[in-house]
């Protein structure tokens, strides 16, 4: 696939992240097909898509973008909960739904029934092994990793990951188009969470222990990590952001290969999930909320 004949990008889940590689690709001058299970999760997508915290409406407000551009992106975008409807023409098709390897397999696999031979799949994971999620397909050569990062409009990273029978021509082909996408691409090789979620999962479930031992609150730990070691948001709050089950997932999926303790998830992290707080519900729908609902301030 060269990076010139691409004219659709499919991308297979509405959600946050769905909807912000949608708004990504339509931006850079893609049709897109964007699809899910329901209607109602599409059209929420497309609503957020214009007038979210990171979509394009803010983007006219901050002079970014021309208000008469907006309807131009928009229409860019096309909706549909019919996988044959969906894989017509697709040259890229970018998979963002739920952080579940048994999903993801079962949709790939739907995916390479239906999609054109050409049609090339990314898998936007954060830590399940492109290895792993590959052996769905029978176009191995043409399964890569493309891992985006929240707020998708926004953020400039994109890692990208190769599996063990990736070809040259697939990996070199989505460099070039995040490229195209305004986005910075790195290669890093296939293994649990990668570079990036391994040493955020480090990270935040350290965090985690920090507030369950009594060191600090919730409050004075994201406070403390932004004006010591400037990041824009604390952990707690980052992890409202992501989705408290997202963070529950990979870390059980890192933890189960590698059994480094590092990974496992804290226990106040399971009994939020379990008890339906699974994030800020801005980013998470149906949730109850985050860490300072669960346990006040917030």
Not at 82 to 102: Q, S
Not at 175 to 183: E, M, Q, V
Not at 231 to 248: A, K, R, S, V, Y
Request: overall charge positive; proline content about 5%; charged content about 25%.
């Amino acid at each position: 696939m060269k990076i010139e004949n691409v004219k659709v990008v499919g991308v297979v889940g509405a959600g946050i992240m769905g909807r912000g590689i949608a708004q990504t690709c339509a931006q850079a001058g893609y049709s897109v097909h964007l699809i899910d299970v329901k209607r109602e999760l599409l059209e929420k997508a497309l609503k957020l898509v214009k007038e979210g915290p990171f979509g394009l409406m803010t983007l006219v407000e901050k002079g970014k973008l021309k208000e008469g551009q907006v309807n131009e992106i928009m229409n860019r975008i096309k909706t549909t909960t019919d996988y044959n409807e969906f894989c017509k023409n697709t040259d890229l098709v970018i998979e963002a739904v739920p952080e579940d390897a048994e999903l993801k397999k079962k949709v790939f696999k739907l995916l390479d029934g239906k999609c054109p031979e050409k049609t090339v799949f990314a898998s936007n994971t954060s830590g399940i092994m492109i290895t792993e999620l590959a052996v769905a397909v029978k176009r191995k050569d043409k399964f890569v990793g493309m891992h985006w990062f929240n707020p998708a409009p926004a953020m400039p990273l994109i890692e990208v990951v190769r599996g063990p029978l990736t070809s040259e021509e697939t990996l070199n082909f989505i460099i070039a188009i995040s490229k195209k996408l305004g986005k910075t691409p790195i290669e890093v090789k296939d293994g649990p969470g990668f570079y990036t979620t391994r040493f955020i999962t480090a990270y935040l479930f350290e965090a985690i222990r920090l507030f369950e031992a009594g060191i600090a609150d919730i409050e004075g730990i994201d406070e403390m990590t932004k004006l010591a070691f400037r990041h824009p948001m604390g952990p707690f709050e980052l992890m409202d952001l992501i989705g408290l089950d997202t963070m529950l997932h990979i870390g059980e999926y890192i933890y189960n290969i590698t059994k480094e303790t590092q990974y496992k998830p804290p226990l106040t992290l399971r009994k939020l999930v379990l008890s339906e707080y699974i994030g800020d519900p801005k980013y998470k729908i149906g949730s109850k909320g985050g860490w300072r609902t669960f346990f006040g301030g917030g």
